[in-house]
């Protein structure tokens, strides 16, 4: 899934991904005030493309790799 301009603000958890097969690209991509900022449950994959806001959230969370942009 690709997540491209979106704003994620005052959910449980702002970007989720859930499973070993689940993947979730963010590209400029707001994530602010939510419970968890980015949360990744059994191993699933959150690339950034670097250009992405996680702040202000009770946890920010990190993405599992930043390839960059090319």
């Known amino acids: ?3 491209s301009d979106h704003n994620a603000t005052a959910n449980s958890a ?3 991904v859930n499973g070993a097969q689940g993947t ?3 590209s400029n991509v707001m ?3 939510n419970s968890f900022g980015l949360f990744s ?3 699933g994959a959150l690339i950034s493309f670097g250009n992405n806001r996680i702040a ?3 946890t920010d969370g990190a993405p ?3 390839p960059g942009q090319k």
Request: net charge positive.
């Open 1 to 3: 899934m690709l997540i």
């Open 14 to 16: 702002g970007i989720l």
């Open 24 to 26: 979730a690209r963010l």
């Open 31 to 33: 994530v602010v005030n």
């Open 41 to 43: 449950a059994g191993g």
């Open 56 to 58: 202000g959230n009770a």
């Open 64 to 66: 599992t790799s930043t």
